[in-house]
């Protein structure tokens, strides 16, 4: 079983920076993927970025330029650094892994901009 835990969001004034970490119970090496989802109220879930096993990061149109997504292999961490934060920001990010067929979930952690 794959435990992931979130830390990090908070509340942040527009254009600010806040950076959440994922921390994995297993080695995430092993995984094909991580990621970090985002869901505010009322909508759906949306990718926000992903980085691969081998290093390759992907990121959704609305962040790319803002948002930068690692990882730390030795600890087994994925971290994702939000700048020039807005608004339209505010969500719950949730960290996931991909492990074949499976797709583990974090709890989420809350992260709210301030206009």
């Known amino acids: 079983q794959v435990h992931l835990v979130e830390s990090g969001g908070g509340l942040v004034q527009a254009g600010g920076s806040l950076r959440v970490s994922c921390a994995a119970s297993?080695?995430?090496?092993?995984?094909?993927?991580m990621g970090w989802y985002r869901q505010a109220p009322g909508k759906q879930r949306e990718l926000v970025a992903a980085i691969l096993s081998g290093g390759t990061t992907n990121y959704a149109h609305s962040v790319k330029g803002r948002f930068t997504i690692s990882k730390d292999n030795a600890k087994n961490t994925v971290a994702l650094q939000m700048n020039s934060l807005k608004p339209e920001d505010t969500a719950v990010y949730l960290c996931?892994?991909?492990?074949?067929?499976?797709?583990?979930w974090g709890q989420g952690t809350q992260v709210t901009v301030s206009s």
């Open positions: 297993g080695s995430i090496f092993s995984f094909d993927a």
């Open positions: 996931c892994a991909f492990l074949g067929r499976y797709t583990y």
